[in-house]
C-alpha cells in the first residue's frame, strides 16, 4: 500500500515529523520489492514523475531520504534520475556516506560524471590502491601509496564536493557534555570473564585477519558480560563452553527477576545517574543499548525504582510510534525515560524531551554512536546536554572505542564511515581484543602514555580550542570525580567509576546566537 502511493502523498509526507522518515525507505522494502517489478515501478514512479516534468535545470535531489537508491548505480532510480538531461545537479545528503568507496563514487559521478572515470577506472585507481592501503597488515610502502591516492582523490572531488559536518551547528546548539566513563567490573563480573577466557580460550581459535563465528560470539558473550551477569545466566545454566560451574559463583538465591544492579558496575553507575538525575533536576534521559536483553533490564530497573519510561519497539507503527515520541518530548508528561536499540537506529528520531542520553554499550561503528548523540543534541534543544558512554574499564568495550577512534580518523579523510569490523584486523589486535587488563583505570588512557597527567591527575589542561571531536587524548582526564563538571555524575561517581574522558562541543555562548 504504501509502495504505491500518489507523489502527492509523498510530498506531504516529507513534511511530517521526521521520525517517520525512516521506516520509508527502509532497506526491508528494498528486499520486499526485489523481483516484483511491477511493484518496483510504482515505488519508483512517484520519485521520477514530478522530477521529470521540470523542464529548467539544475536538478536538485535530497539524498537524505533517497541518497542509499543513489549510492548504486545499478538501480533503477539512479538511471532514472541519471538519463535526464540537466546542465546542472546538486546532491544534497544529511546522511554519512556509508560503507564503500564505490558508493561514494556513485555519488560523486551523479553531480560530475567523468570526474572520476567509469567504474572500472575509478576501482583501478583509486578504490584498490586506497583499501590495499588501509588493511591492517599494509606493508608502509602500501600504505604510503594508499595515503597519496587518498589525497589525489580528495582533490579531485573537491572540485564538486562541500562536505560540512554538525560542527557548524553546535554554535547554535546549547553545550554538549560528552563524557566517557569507565566503570570497574564486579568481582563477580571479573571473575565469569576470566573463567570465560580460561575455558573457552577464544585466542587459540583466532585465524589470521579474519573474525570466525567462534569469535564472534565470544566476542557477545563479553558484551554481554559486561552489562550484566544476568545476560550470560542461560549460559551457566546450561553449562554452555566457557560456563562450566559458573553457576557456583553467583549469589546464593539469585534469580533472574529481580535486577539486582549492584552487580554490573555499569549498572550501578547508570541506576545512580538515574536517581541522581530524578532527584536534582527536571531532565529526562535517552538510554541506549544494542542488546535487547539489555533493554529488557533496563525496563526491570525502571519499574523496581518507580520511573515512568516508553521503550520504542521495531515493530511500532509510524503513526504509534510519532505518537509516543510526542508525548515524551512535551515536558509536562511524566514520562522520565526513552529506551531505545541503537540497532532498530532511531534514525531521524528526535528526542529533544531529554537533554541526557546513556549509551550503555560501544558500537563498533563509530557513526551508530554519533547518530544516537544527534537524537538529543540537535535544533529545538534548549538545555545543556549530558552524555555519557558507559564502558567496562579494561575489558573488550575499551578495545571497541578504540577501535571508533581509529576509524573515525580514518573516516573523516574521505569517506564517512568505515568497512565491516572484520576488515582491517591483524592477529595481534585480534588477539588483544581477548584481554583483560584487570590493574588498570583506564585502558585507554594507558595506551596514550599521557604526559598531561602526572600520577594520575591532570596537571595540564587540553588544549584551548579542543572540542568533542577531536581525540580522546585532548580530553578532560580524570582519575577522581574532583575534576568533572557534572553533578550528576560526580555523586555517581563512587559506584564504580574508575576513570573519566569529557569534553564539550562549544564554550557557552549565550547571547550571541
Ligand atoms: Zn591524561
Not at 7 to 13: D, E, I, T, Y
Not at 185 to 190: D, G, I, R
Not at 273 to 284: G, Q, V, Y
Request: proline share 4%.
Amino acid at each position: 500500500q504504501r509502495r504505491s502511493r500518489a507523489p502527492s502523498q509523498v510530498a506531504k509526507r516529507k513534511q511530517a515529523d521526521d521520525s517517520s522518515e525512516e521506516e520509508e525507505w527502509s532497506p526491508s522494502q528494498d528486499k520486499q520489492t526485489k523481483g516484483d517489478s511491477n511493484s518496483r515501478e510504482s515505488y519508483v514512479a512517484p520519485f521520477r514523475k514530478p522530477l521529470t516534468q521540470l523542464t529548467n535545470p539544475p536538478l536538485c535531489v535530497d539524498s537524505n531520504q533517497h541518497g542509499h537508491r543513489l549510492k548504486n548505480s545499478d538501480n533503477q532510480t539512479y538511471q532514472a534520475l541519471n538519463a535526464m538531461s540537466s546542465q546542472r545537479r546538486v546532491l544534497i545528503s544529511g546522511t554519512p556516506i556509508q560503507n564503500d568507496l564505490l558508493e561514494y563514487f556513485s555519488l560523486v559521478h551523479f553531480v560530475s560524471a567523468g570526474i572520476l572515470g567509469t567504474a572500472q577506472e575509478f576501482k583501478k585507481r583509486f578504490e584498490l590502491p586506497i583499501l590495499k592501503g588501509r588493511d591492517a597488515d599494509a606493508s608502509d610502502k602500501d600504505r604510503q601509496a594508499g595515503e597519496e591516492k587518498l589525497k589525489e582523490l580528495i582533490s579531485v572531488v573537491n572540485r564538486c564536493l562541500i562536505r560540512r559536518t554538525s560542527d557548524i551547528l553546535s554554535k547554535y546548539l546549547p553545550v554538549k557534555i560528552e563524557q566517557v566513563v569507565c566503570c570497574r567490573l564486579t568481582p563477580l563480573q571479573s571473575e565469569l570473564y576470566k573463567r570465560f577466557l580460561m575455558q573457552a580460550k577464544p585466542v587459540e581459535t583466532l585465524q589470521e585477519g579474519k573474525i570466525s563465528v567462534s569469535s564472534l560470539s565470544s566476542i557477545t558473550t563479553l558484551k554481554k558480560l559486561c552489562n550484566h551477569p544476568a545476560l550470560i545466566y542461560e549460559k551457566c545454566m546450561e553449562g554452555a563452553e566457557g560456563f562450566e560451574g559458573a553457576l557456583d559463583i553467583f549469589p546464593a538465591g539469585y534469580s533472574l527477576k529481580s535486577v539486582e544492579p549492584q552487580l554490573s558496575g555499569k549498572m550501578l553507575v547508570l541506576d545512580y545517574i538515574l536517581a541522581m538525575t530524578r532527584s536534582t533536576t527536571s531532565d529526562k534521559v535517552v538510554l541506549v543499548s544494542n542488546y535487547t536483553q539489555t533493554l529488557d533490564l533496563f525496563e526491570k530497573l525502571c519499574r523496581c525504582r518507580s520511573y515512568l519510561y516508553v521503550r520504542l519497539d521495531g515493530t511500532m507503527s509510524i503513526k504509534k510510534r510519532a505518537k509516543i515520541v510526542e508525548r515524551f518530548n512535551t515536558p509536562s508528561n511524566p514520562e522520565f525515560i526513552f529506551m531505545l536499540s541503537s540497532k532498530a537506529g532511531g534514525c531521524g528520531l528526535n528526542l529533544i524531551g531529554a537533554n541526557r542520553l546513556v549509551m550503555f554499550d560501544p558500537d563498533w561503528n563509530p557513526a551508530n554512536d554519533e547518530q544516537a548523540m544527534a537524537r538529543v543534541w540537535r535544533d529545538g534543544q534548549l538545555k545543556t546536554c549530558y552524555i555519557y558512554r558507559l564502558l567496562s574499564t579494561g575489558t573488550i568495550e575499551e578495545k571497541i572505542l578504540q577501535r571508533q577512534a581509529h576509524k573515525k580518523a580514518l573516516s573523516s579523510c574521505v569517506v564517512d564511515e568505515e568497512q565491516d569490523v572484520e576488515r582491517h584486523f591483524s592477529l595481534g589486535e585480534l588477539r588483544e581484543l581477548f584481554l583483560l587488563n584487570e590493574e588498570t583505570t583506564s585502558d585507554t588512557h594507558d595506551k596514550f602514555k599521557c604526559r598531561r597527567c602526572v600520577n594520575g591527575r591532570q596537571v595540564r589542561a587540553p588544549p584551548e580550542d579542543s572540542d568533542c571531536t577531536g581525540d580522546l587524548s585532548q580530553w578532560h582526564h580524570c582519575s577522581d570525580k574532583r575534576g568533572l563538571r557534572d553533578r550528576v555524575l560526580q555523586a555517581s561517581w563512587d559506584a564504580a567509576v574508575s576513570f573519566v574522558f569529557h569534553q564539550r562541543s562549544h564554550d557557552d555562548q549565550k547571547g550571541l546566537v
